[in-house]
């Protein structure tokens, strides 16, 4: 998904800036939503200029206004319909995946070493899927329930399956 569609997206549950945009794709799960505010603030600006969204200014205690984005009714428009053109395509690009594949081309101390990483790094996620710091507003709960049960899932998966096949590259 790109930066456009995943902002129209968000601002689809209610207006936000573009920090809460970023918050908010982090608090659904940056593994299916993979932005930051280099992508967010581009796509934003070019979402106003083809009027899918409309910013307003909000003073904040003495500092600069703070922008706040709202969706159109023509950006609502656009984001049905990029929802409803392609099916959706799940795209799985991986250094990790790469580097697992020619593995035989590194020491195995390097293999065991980016095993145990990745190991602790997901099993770390899988931890905050189960203690989320920040709640997504939805408005269909069931379907943010749904999507992170598919993390956890894939997390819990992704845990078992290292550890019952590292030896295939570990000496």
Known sequence: MDAKTLCLGLLSFGEASGYDL???AESAGD???ATGFGSIYPA???LRKQGLIEPTEKPIGGRQDRKIYRITAAGRSELIR??????????LRS???????????????RITQ???ERLAAVTLELAETKNPGLPLKHPNPA?????AGLKRALF??????????RALLEP
């Not at 250094?95 to 101390?109: G, I, N, R």
């Not at 819990?156 to 096949?165: A, C, D, H, K, L």
Request: aromatic share 16%.
């Open 156 to 165: 819990e998966t992704t845990i078992r399956y290292f550890r019952e096949n």
């Open 82 to 91: 990029m929802l409803s053109m392609d099916e959706p395509r799940h795209l």
């Open 114 to 116: 980016v095993i145990d």
């Open 95 to 109: 250094d990790l995946f790469a580097l697992l594949y020619f593995s035989h081309l590194v020491t195995p101390e």
């Open 44 to 46: 934003l600006s070019l």
């Open 143 to 147: 379907r943010a329930q749904f999507v």
């Open 22 to 24: 970023k918050k908010r």
């Open 31 to 33: 593994h299916f939503f």
